[in-house]
């Protein structure tokens, strides 16, 4: 299946590295809002100015060496000083194998805790992403070690799992995104089909809108935002417990008019050299998007 080989694109180690030297391409630049924090800043104020905030994700993830993850963790400390300095509404995302979950649990949770220090100085808040299922759990003892010193962190449940519904349960006092998922997970403990992770997905929602801190419900599903939007109307859910979240560059004309009815609403906005697993997870999820490739590559 396609999916299958833009998965595995991916996790390609060469490419990965090529695609860094060679700048966006392929398109990518529809869906990263740049390769350095500046410009990113004027994709975030844009954003700002139509009501919509946004998480920044300085893109990377399996980083295998200690010297890259270190210069990671510098980049989303300058990223953390830039947000501040420039008074824009934006948060950070990041992925614990940007930081070294890969090397040693102990230097990343150094790492992060370095980050979520910084961050709570402005008391700004950091999400955790969730990456594939080998990386869920020590995630998690990572966020439960910083939730004794640190409240502004939050971290992300993926609809897929079988796991996702103990996870939320014990995190509903967290702020918490909640996703279909976006890696490929065998049958053991995923679920496979769209129509199971869709009803998951919607129970997840359901539950942390009753019961938890605050949702993110990040989806381009219209049929789940819309279901969504007649949930809260009908549990009379105040719109200040939850917010919609869409990634840069996707369904625009949806992300505006979400706001515009008065929805908070938070872009997640990528950016960096570090650009090509996200792009290609992007393509498996929807093979649609490769006509952005094909325009690209027509259109030079
Ligand atoms: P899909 O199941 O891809 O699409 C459902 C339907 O919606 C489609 O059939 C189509 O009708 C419509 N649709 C979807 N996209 C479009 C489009 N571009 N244009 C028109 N119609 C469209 N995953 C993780 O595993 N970990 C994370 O930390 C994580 N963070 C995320 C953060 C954000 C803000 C978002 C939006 C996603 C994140 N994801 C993450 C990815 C997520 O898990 C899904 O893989 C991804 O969002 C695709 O699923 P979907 O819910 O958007 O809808």
Known sequence: ???????GLSQNQFLTSAAKKYGLKLGAQTVVAGTNIE????????????GISCTVDNLGEFVF????????KD???????????????AHISLKPTQIGLDIDYDFCYENLREIVAAASKYDMHINIDMEDYGH??????????LLKEYGNIGTVIQAYFFRAEDDIQKHKDLRLRIVKGAYKEPAEYAYQTREEIDANFIQLIEYHLLHGKFTS????????????????KENNIPREKFEFQMLYGFRKDM????????????TYVPFGDDWY?????????????LNLVVKQVFNK
């Open 1 to 7: 299946m396609l999916k299958d080989v833009f998965i």
């Open 39 to 50: 410009q990113t800043i004027d994709s975030i104020r844009e954003l700002n100015a139509q």
């Open 65 to 72: 060496e200690k010297e890259e993850a270190l210069k990671a």
């Open 75 to 89: 980049s989303i400390l300058e990223v953390i000083e830039s947000i501040h300095a420039n008074g824009v509404d």
């Open 136 to 145: 869920v759990q020590p995630s998690y003892d990572l966020i439960e070690t």
């Open 217 to 232: 419900i990040a989806t381009h599903d219209h049929n789940i935002i819309n279901h969504v939007i007649e949930f809260v």
């Open 255 to 266: 992300q505006l008019n979400l706001a515009r009815q008065g929805y908070n609403f938070c």
């Open 277 to 289: 697993g996200y792009f290609m997870r992007r393509l498996a999820e929807r093979p649609q998007n």
